[in-house]
């Protein structure tokens, strides 16, 4: 879109709005020329209300500031705000993540619908935070508030995506929580205390885990580091995480019927959180909804790779879904805070991004030519879909056909102090210790706790690794995957994991072949029963575990190979396991577990995939 001119509005910088505490937050209003009322749309970020988000970058190349973002709404007669969360720069408060922004969300809506420049009708966006502060505020049916657009963020349930995962956590939280205590309050007008924080080495950090409240590299700012071991040592699913602000799950039926544009991706971190919202407001609301889910990273929609795999001119957001990000915000914005009675009667809406299909050479940028294209749906799972049984067998295959026969297993070591690295996948925040998106699964010494050798990581003896004979045809696996898995441990508790492969045949260009990621999951084995109530293990007594990778939307063409990666460890994405029943967050006395996979007529381990039938 052309972007309007500056003249064109009337800016109120560093508005304080007071909060029922007491509490000011500073607030941004960029008003229209002329007389309202108009309606409104806000953002609510703890990344600066002032500075140009990350992600406002368009396929042009123009990186967008928050005036120009301004004018596109104000010259379609809409007042933007942009707002700085509790104790973030020019607001007051201490920062707490996530667990303030329901109720300060609330007052803020609250303030604005009582301004004589605002009709009533309120519309919010916003990325990551800023998606987690919209659903906190709508989970209080906060005033005014008519319409959302949820970008890679906005949490379901953040006990099972967002801060910890399968019962494990997530160590993303500790890199975002030592960025972001840099730019804090109190560092910035502490040139010493900002000093210190600045000589901390991240990276030795992590190869000293576990971390403890005064010995990490958050003591300098006891209020990023209370609050980090406060998600850390919270195992149990109980009150804590029920708590407005991360648990949407708990509050659908106080959030209003709104339509809402859910948008994340396969390589990002909320692929969970932006499923089950989606879901659970189209079976919910009667208000129309809508779902994009690209290839990308973290707000990445419009660079064309994740990581090592290039997806193809299809892939952006620009020119693809629409003229381009802003100008979708707007339109968004028109239809539903300017509603006609055609619009409100709209159905559902599916963007959902097939990989796959690519030629498979490495492109001039060193790249994975992946591949993809578009699908349009008016539902998720997509239309003619079923379940597919992959069954796993002594002879370390994946097949369709029941087991038979008599028991059989297969068995490893998981050592807490050598844990499995993680090469890529769907997360976000973890610079500079791992990065997300698609790799080849190879020991590189780009990636932490790497050997280096570039040796395949499905070669390691803690990693089991189970697969398909080469595809007679393409499969799409396209929606929620499950592992079912009947495992042993000689341990009082334990992790395990799982991470769906596309494997390459070898190639000129990748003699070896290329084993590409597609999404993975986790257990906490002391959770397999309830994340309530948790419960050690019997050393050498079978159950039943289930891992839910995130849901993914893969071509896995003819020729290749699918491929099953079953281990105990995936760090740094997750923190380890120390395999001796210890409190969570703690690791005193770490021990090797001897950990074994069942397979079987009386233990049918299993991998579950959601297909497309006209692809089989």
């Not at 963020?153 to 160590?171: D, P, S, T, V």
């Not at 969970?272 to 990308?296: E, H, V, Y």
């Not at 299809?314 to 707007?330: I, M, Q, Y």
């Not at 349009?376 to 038979?404: E, F, G, R």
């Amino acid at each position: 879109m052309t972007l309007p001119a500056f003249e064109n509005m009337h800016i109120v910088r560093n508005q304080m709005i007071t909060l029922r505490d007491g509490v000011r937050l500073a607030t941004d209003i960029y008003l229209p020329l002329g007389s309202g009322p108009w309606p409104v749309v806000i953002e609510r970020t703890p990344y600066d209300k002032s500075g140009p988000s990350r992600s406002e970058k368009r396929l042009d190349g123009l990186h967008l500031t928050r005036e120009q973002m301004a004018a596109a709404f104000t010259e379609q007669g809409f007042v933007a705000i942009f707002q700085d969360c509790r104790g973030r720069y020019r607001s007051e408060g201490v920062f707490t993540k996530y667990i303030n922004e329901g109720e300060d969300g609330y007052d803020t809506l609250r303030w604005i619908v009582e301004q004589p420049w605002c009709n009533g009708h309120i519309g919010s966006m916003g990325l990551s935070y800023a998606a987690h502060t919209q659903m906190a505020m709508a989970c209080c049916n906060a005033p005014g508030l008519k319409t959302m657009v949820l970008d890679s963020g906005g949490f379901a349930n953040a006990y099972q995506c967002g801060i910890r995962q399968g019962g494990a956590f997530e160590l993303k939280q500790a890199t975002w929580a030592y960025k972001q205590a840099q730019q804090s309050a109190a560092v910035q007008a502490d040139p010493q205390l900002r000093e210190a924080l600045a000589q901390e080495d991240i990276l030795d950090w992590f190869a000293r885990m576990p971390w403890r409240p005064g010995h990490s590299p958050l003591r300098h700012v006891p209020e990023y580091e209370n609050y980090l071991f406060e998600q850390w040592s919270h195992g149990d699913f109980d009150q804590y995480w029920k708590q407005l602000g991360i648990y949407a799950e708990g509050f659908y039926e106080q959030i209003p019927d709104i339509p809402v544009l859910f948008m994340s991706s396969w390589y990002d971190a909320y692929v969970s959180c932006t499923l089950d919202n989606f879901t659970a407001f189209t079976a919910r609301k009667q208000s129309p909804q809508r779902l994009i889910m690209g290839p990308w990273l973290h707000g990445d929609r419009n660079i064309s790779y994740s990581g090592n795999a290039e997806f193809g001119n299809a892939a952006p957001f620009d020119g693809n879904l629409g003229e381009d990000w802003l100008s979708c915000r707007v339109e968004w914005m028109q239809r539903w805070l300017k509603p006609t009675d055609a619009e409100r009667s709209a159905t559902h809406q599916v963007d959902v991004f097939l990989m796959g299909g690519g030629s498979g050479r490495k492109n001039a940028q060193g790249r994975l030519e992946h591949g993809g294209r578009w699908l349009k749906s008016p539902c998720w799972p997509l239309a003619d879909s079923q379940q597919l049984n992959l069954y796993l067998t002594p002879q370390k295959a994946l097949s369709p056909l029941a087991p038979v026969g008599p028991p059989s297993s297969l068995s490893y070591f998981s050592d807490p102090a050598h844990p499995v690295p993680t090469i890529g996948g769907s997360l976000t925040s973890g610079a500079p210790v791992f990065v997300g998106g698609a790799f080849n699964q190879i020991e590189s010494p780009d990636f932490f706790g790497t050997r280096g050798d570039h040796s395949a990581l499905c070669d390691r003896d803690d990693v089991v690794s189970f697969e398909t004979q080469p595809l007679e045809h393409d499969w799409v696996v396209a929606g929620p995957v499950k592992v079912e898995l009947w495992v042993h441990s000689s341990a009082p508790d334990t992790d395990f994991t799982a991470k769906l492969v596309d494997v390459y045949p070898p190639s000129d260009d990748y003699p070896q072949g290329y084993a590409m990621n597609i999404t993975d999951g986790i257990i906490r084995c002391r959770y397999r029963d309830s994340w309530e109530h948790p419960a050690p293990l019997t050393p050498g007594e079978p159950f039943k575990v289930v891992i839910e990778p995130f849901a993914t939307c893969n071509l896995f063409k003819r020729g290749h190979r699918l491929r099953l990666d079953i281990a105990s460890s995936n760090f740094p994405r997750f923190d380890v396991n120390p395999n001796s029943g210890e409190a969570e967050g703690m690791g005193e006395h770490p021990q090797v577990a001897r950990n074994t996979v069942h397979i079987g007529a009386g233990h049918p381990s299993r991998l579950i995939l959601t297909v497309v039938n006209s692809a089989l």
